[in-house]
């Protein structure tokens, strides 16, 4: 593909140079996919108003996020395995996010460990957080988060248990993947993935492994991972870990009205409204559905963010419109990350940007802060819900 114009160019392309196991991990959702399918396509029925004649000169899409000046309302999302879609994914990812000029958050099971990736991060240098049973290890990951000075802490809500995923264990999905004649056989036909694969130490959940007692190698972090998970997670906990962590907090896989509300009594900084990218609860809202009903809920004490289904910088402006002060973007930077390292990171970026860019200028703004509801068509997009 000589000539790269939006994200889907770079999905094909990822498709092609990227392992089965990792893309299907990447670009798949749970059960019927439904919700995964819905995150996208419900921004396509949101129609925007055209303008002209309006003064387009010195066009910015700076904004900030938890007080942090970014390039434009985007953060790279936390996923996991992203050292498996490239080698030293996420250090490749960090970098990018550093030079463009917006946060890059890690995953808890990232590939490359949180002291790894502050070796080239910058200040937009965030941590994501999962809860699991050993509260010691726990502590000690955000001790590690503040070791590494990142400016947030993301707390992901949504994951007290796995959501079935299809594509995951008709794959035997593993880091790194097992030597099956299938998954061999497969592998060989990648050959850049092999080779960068070849050159870097960085093959296992960085994070984890070496930092747990009793896990040294993935015989045995398989089994503690499964076991790990907390279904007892509650709103105690985020009391405990914002206490614990002290900095600004991020609460991640708001969807519910009654949940926003507790998100907002927490204390905490941002909320984002998530489906977990349709990889939990299938037949979930899309985010961009539910994100106008949360707005409304949250009010002006906390910051309201989403992510789910952004595949352009036209969903990031219409997000914006429907009150998201920020987004997140996951499969779009993989997509990236996967079809060309770091570079394909940076042209995911560059095409996002110069989509709001030219959208904003299309819709008749200049500066992100005057763009809300107006600038979309009436009837086409999702308004806050009313309580029965």
Same mark, same amino acid.
């Given at each position: 593909? /000589?000539?790269?114009?939006?994200?889907?160019?770079?999905?094909?392309?990822?498709?092609?140079?990227? $392992?089965?196991?990792?893309?299907?991990?990447?670009?798949?959702?749970?059960?019927?996919?439904?919700?995964?399918?819905?995150?996208?396509?419900?921004?396509?029925?949101?129609?925007?108003?055209?303008?002209?004649?309006?003064?387009?000169?010195?066009?910015?899409?700076? /904004?900030?996020?938890?007080?942090?000046?970014?390039?434009?309302?985007?953060?790279?999302? $936390?996923?996991?395995?992203?050292?498996?879609?490239?080698?030293?994914?996420?250090?490749?990812?960090?970098?990018?996010?550093?030079?463009?000029?917006?946060?890059?958050?890690? /995953?808890?099971?990232?590939?490359?460990?949180?002291?790894?990736?502050?070796?080239?991060?910058?200040?937009?240098?965030?941590?994501?957080?999962?809860?699991?049973?050993?509260?010691?290890?726990?502590?000690?990951?955000?001790?590690?988060?503040?070791?590494?000075?990142?400016?947030?802490?993301?707390?992901?809500?949504?994951?007290?248990?796995?959501?079935?995923?299809?594509?995951?264990?008709?794959?035997?999905?593993?880091? $790194?993947?097992?030597?099956?004649?299938?998954?061999?056989?497969?592998?060989?036909?990648?050959?850049?993935?092999?080779?960068?694969?070849?050159t870097t130490k960085r093959r296992q959940f960085g994070n984890i492994v070496g930092h747990v007692q009793g896990v040294s190698?993935?015989?045995?972090?398989?089994?503690?991972?499964?076991?790990?998970?907390?279904?007892?997670?509650?709103?105690?906990?985020?009391?405990?870990?914002?206490?614990?962590?002290?900095?600004?907090?991020?609460?991640?896989?708001?969807?519910?009205?009654?949940?926003?509300?507790?998100?907002?009594? /927490?204390?905490?900084?941002?909320?984002?409204?998530?489906?977990?990218?349709?990889?939990?609860?299938?037949?979930?809202?899309?985010?961009?559905?539910?994100?106008?009903?949360?707005?409304?809920?949250?009010?002006?004490?906390?910051?309201?963010?989403?992510?789910?289904?952004?595949?352009?910088?036209?969903?990031?402006?219409?997000?914006?419109?429907?009150?998201?002060?920020?987004?997140?973007?996951?499969?779009?930077?993989?997509?990236?990350?996967?079809?060309?390292?770091?570079?394909?990171?940076?042209?995911?970026?560059?095409?996002?940007?110069?989509?709001?860019?030219?959208?904003?200028?299309?819709?008749?703004?200049?500066?992100?802060d005057a763009v809300d509801a107006r600038v979309l068509l009436p009837g086409t997009f999702p308004t806050p819900m009313r309580?029965?």
């Open positions: 593909m /000589s000539v790269i114009t939006n994200i889907e160019d770079l999905r094909v392309l990822a498709q092609r140079r990227v $392992p089965r196991m990792f893309y299907d991990y990447a670009d798949s959702g749970s059960w019927t996919e439904s919700t995964y399918r819905a995150n996208s396509a419900d921004f396509q029925k949101i129609k925007l108003r055209q303008r002209v004649a309006v003064n387009m000169e010195n066009r910015s899409t700076a /904004s900030t996020l938890v007080g942090q000046k970014v390039a434009m309302p985007v953060a790279l999302a $936390p996923t996991g395995l992203t050292g498996m879609q490239h080698a030293d994914g996420e250090i490749l990812a960090a970098r990018a996010a550093k030079k463009f000029g917006v946060p890059f958050t890690l /995953s808890t099971m990232s590939i490359c460990s949180i002291e790894d990736v502050a070796q080239h991060a910058g200040e937009g240098f965030w941590f994501q957080l999962y809860v699991m049973k050993d509260r010691g290890f726990i502590e000690r990951l955000i001790d590690r988060a503040k070791a590494a000075n990142c400016g947030a802490l993301v707390l992901t809500l949504d994951l007290q248990i796995l959501g079935q995923r299809h594509e995951d264990l008709k794959n035997g999905l593993s880091a $790194p993947p097992k030597l099956t004649v299938a998954n061999m056989i497969n592998i060989a036909t990648k050959w850049r993935w092999a080779l960068g694969m070849a190698d993935m015989a045995n972090l398989a089994a503690w991972t499964a076991e790990q998970f907390d279904p007892a997670l509650n709103w105690n906990d985020v009391e405990w870990i914002k206490k614990r962590w002290g900095g600004k907090l991020i609460l991640k896989g708001i969807q519910d009205v009654e949940d926003a509300k507790l998100a907002v009594r /927490s204390g905490a900084d941002a909320l984002i409204v998530s489906n977990h990218g349709g990889r939990q609860l299938d037949g979930a809202q899309s985010s961009i559905e539910a994100l106008p009903t949360i707005v409304e809920a949250a009010g002006r004490d906390i910051e309201v963010h989403m992510d789910g289904g952004i595949r352009s910088g036209q969903d990031v402006f219409k997000a914006r419109a429907l009150g998201a002060r920020g987004t997140y973007i996951g499969r779009a930077f993989l997509y990236g990350l996967g079809a060309m390292g770091e570079a394909g990171v940076t042209k995911c970026l560059e095409i996002i940007h110069k989509e709001l860019d030219l959208t904003m200028a299309f819709c008749g703004h200049t500066q992100l309580s029965v």
